[in-house]
Each structure stands twice: as structure tokens, then as C-alpha cells.
């Protein structure tokens, strides 16, 4: 194993004991002096460097890396939301069931996203859509920081007033002078357990973009904050009411080290399923299944599918009190900081199980490898969407699945197709 000074650093958040021991147990670490091969953990701007034309740096066959050169597509919250809209209006084109809309033109499938806007570019367009319903409470979030820096929430036009160069006519200045923002309708009805807000931190792998396949990591958690939600608009600058990140939570009064305010996903079901049903239960998993598929469908098509890489993404899910899941956004770089002993663990299973699917059985990596690994190496990951199974099983397989028409679970037979199908959702 090699890094290669100046070229390659650790993510700042990584615990590199973690990603050491992983590598020990492959015994990579042994061959450190044997620069026959390479596996690199890169953060997100040393991918750009790497994959950039004017350092002429190219990958040799037996190095992979741990982003695709062009993730922000998804991550960036900007460029996440003006891909699914382009995927939703490319979809209403080839006029897909998928697009299909209600009486009032909401998508029936595809409404997994609150109403966004860019500032300062959409400015106008979001003071027309906000007074169609004046009372209600905006987020508002720079494009290119994470962890809950520089967050705010809004219910009044006045108080992004300081973004306008003249009140008058509500023109933004020019997008060069000021930081970029996305403005989404706040989801003010979260479910609430124990009165608190939470989200859902979800990793997914995916190996390739073109066929698309991705695994579902099944040991995610839920993020509480430590304050009771109230929907008040005195409390909208209290960010220990609104913002579930780790980050913000740990420096509030009620922050609990032991447990970190954290709930895994088991137990959420658990609760859910004693309060709500297991088939309401299963529905909601099912969608936020769906949710996080057609996000990286969104992508695919503009994604730089170099051979070289995979990726590990963080999806941060909210449900609302009608058990409905929005996709809040995407990490590129999802936190591997342990913040308990719980989250090590978690943390290091992940870790492990990433790198059996990316390089099978800790060999010589080999980007040329059909990266379909055998089921016993996954770990807790599960495949969550295989594209080439999908399209052997038909066009109208999305909607099969997403509608509940497909009864398929990993090889049980479908009522509608009488053959075996492996569901993409479960």
C-alpha cells in the first residue's frame, strides 16, 4: 500500500486506525514498500487534481480511487436538484409512466424532492412561488459546505434582502460577487420521535454508473437533535431545534456522548412498525429505495464513468409525520469519525464491507474486473439496483417496483411475470 506525498492526503475526517486496520487485514500494509500497486483513499479535491487535464497524472490499471471524477453532479446540492429536474423532464419527453402527474401537476412517482431554488439565479421565480403561500418557512443553504455551515431558515422575504442590490425591483447581484445558495421549502411536519426531529443517514455504494449498480448498506442510523421540534416561528434561528448534523448537535447543552443521539435503522423500523404496521413500514423503506435509484439514474447519464472508480455516498433522508421520505441531499465525503462506540464499529463494518466490493477478496485491484462481486463478500451491503438485471426484466420494471406490482424479494417469483426477478429495491 502506498500514498503518494502530494498527491494523495487522508479526508480530514477519516480515523486513519480504521482505515489501517482494514488494510492490515488484507495485508496490504505489508507490501508498503512494493510499488507494484496502488489503492488510494483520496479526498474530493485531490480527485479533481488527479482527473484534471493540466496535471496529465493517469491511472494505471491496478489503481482505483474513491470518487468519480465529476461527483458533485450529485453532491453538490445545486447541481443534485437541476439534475433530477432535467431527468423529470426528460422522462415527461419519452412520456415514462414514471412522470406521470396528479390533477394538481405534482409527479405521483417522482415528488421526492422539496420544491428548490438557485440564488441569486432564481430569485425571481422563488419570490413568485413564495407568495402564492406567504406563511410558509424556507431553508436556506450555501451549495458547497457541509455539516451545517451556513444554514438559515427564512418565513419573511425581508430577511434575504441583504442578497438584493436594489429592494425595488428584488434583483440579485451577479453570481461571481456571492456565494451560491439553494432556498427549499422547509419540511415543517417531520415525524417526531420522543418530540424530536430526526434524518436518516444512509450509505450507498456504487461500483458503476454505466451499467448502473449500487448497494444499499443495510446498518444506517437515524440523527436526533437534542432539542424538541416546534414549529414556532420564534425558534427558527434555533438551530439545535431544526438541524439534525453532528456537527451542530454536539455543542448543545443536551447532547449525549454515550449514544450521540443516535438511533440505528433496525430500531426506527422496529418503532415504526409497532406504532405505524410492517406494511406501512415496508412501504416507506420501499420508497426510500426508490428515492435514492432514481437519484443516481438523475446523474448517470452526466456522471464521468471512469473505470478506476467507486464511491460511497451519504444520503440524508427526512420523513414527514405522513411517513412520506424527501431526499435532503447527498455527501460525497459522509463522515467516518466515530463519535461513540456504536458509530465505530458501524463505521469500520462499513469500511471493510466498501473494500470487499471494490477490490474482492483484498486482491491486486484490477479497474478492467466486471465489478459484480459474489453475494459472499457484501457484507452488509445488499444490491439495491442492478441496471442489466433491471432491463432483462423489461422497460416497465421501474414502475413494477415503485407502484408495489412486483412482488419479487431476492428471487421469490413475481405474480405478474410468473419468472424469478431479483427486486431492485430490497
Known amino acids: 500500500f502506498r500514498i503518494m506525498a502530494g498527491k494523495v492526503k487522508w479526508v480530514t475526517d477519516i480515523e486513519k486506525s480504521v482505515l489501517i486496520n482494514n488494510f492490515e487485514k488484507r495485508g496490504w500494509i505489508q507490501v508498503a514498500e512494493n510499488e507494484d500497486w496502488n489503492f488510494y483513499w483520496m479526498s474530493v479535491q485531490t480527485i479533481r487534481n488527479v482527473f484534471s487535464v493540466e496535471t496529465g497524472y493517469r491511472l494505471s490499471d491496478d489503481q482505483i480511487v474513491n470518487h468519480f471524477p465529476n461527483h458533485y453532479e450529485l453532491t453538490r446540492k445545486d447541481l443534485m436538484v437541476k439534475n433530477i429536474k432535467r431527468y423529470r423532464k426528460e422522462l415527461e419527453k419519452e412520456g415514462s409512466p414514471l412522470a406521470e402527474k396528479d390533477e394538481n401537476g405534482k409527479y405521483i412517482y417522482l415528488d421526492f424532492v422539496p420544491v428548490t431554488f438557485m440564488l441569486p439565479a432564481d430569485y425571481n421565480l422563488f419570490v413568485e412561488e413564495f407568495r402564492k403561500n406567504p406563511s410558509s418557512t424556507w431553508i436556506m443553504k450555501p451549495c458547497g459546505k457541509a455539516q451545517g455551515k451556513g444554514i438559515f431558515l427564512i418565513n419573511k422575504l425581508s430577511q434575504i434582502k441583504k442578497w438584493s442590490r436594489d429592494s425595488k425591483t428584488s434583483s440579485f447581484v451577479s453570481q461571481s460577487s456571492k456565494e451560491a445558495y439553494v432556498i ?26 454505466r451499467p448502473l449498480r449500487c448497494y444499499m448498506y443495510k446498518l444506517g442510523f437515524c440523527r436526533f437533535c437534542t432539542v424538541k421540534y416546534t414549529p414556532s416561528t420564534s425558534e427558527l434561528d434555533n438551530m439545535f431545534v431544526h438541524l439534525t448534523n453532528v456537527a451542530i448537535q454536539k455543542h448543545g447543552d443536551d447532547y449525549n456522548h454515550i449514544h450521540g443521539g443516535k438511533w440505528t435503522v433496525s430500531n426506527l423500523r422496529l418503532y415504526l412498525e409497532s406504532t405505524r404496521g410492517k406494511e406501512v413500514t415496508n412501504k416507506l423503506f420501499d420508497e426510500i429505495h426508490w428515492i435514492i435509484v432514481q437519484s443516481l439514474k438523475a446523474v448517470a447519464p452526466v456522471m464521468n464513468n471512469d473505470k478506476h472508480c467507486f464511491e460511497c455516498y451519504g444520503y440524508d433522508i427526512i420523513i414527514d409525520d405522513k411517513l412520506k421520505p424527501w431526499l435532503i441531499e447527498v455527501n460525497a465525503s459522509p463522515s467516518l469519525t466515530s463519535s461513540t462506540a456504536n458509530d465505530r464499529i458501524l463505521k469500520y463494518n462499513l469500511i471493510n464491507d ?73
Open 184 to 209: 427549499s421549502l422547509y419540511i415543517n411536519n417531520p415525524l417526531l420521535i420522543g418530540g424530536k426531529k430526526f434524518d436518516l443517514r444512509l450509505y450507498v455504494l456504487v461500483s458503476t454508473y
Open 354 to 426: 466498501t473494500l470487499n466490493i471494490a477490490v474482492p477478496n483484498g486482491e491486486i485491484p484490477d479497474c478492467k474486473w466486471n465489478k459484480s462481486p459474489p453475494k459472499e463478500v457484501l457484507g452488509n451491503y445488499e444490491v439495491l439496483y442492478d441496471e442489466e438485471i433491471a432491463q432483462s426484466d423489461g422497460p416497465d420494471r421501474d414502475l413494477r417496483s415503485r407502484s408495489g406490482q412486483s412482488t419479487g424479494v431476492k428471487g421469490n417469483r413475481a405474480r405478474d411475470s410468473g419468472k424469478p426477478v431479483l427486486t431492485t429495491w430490497k
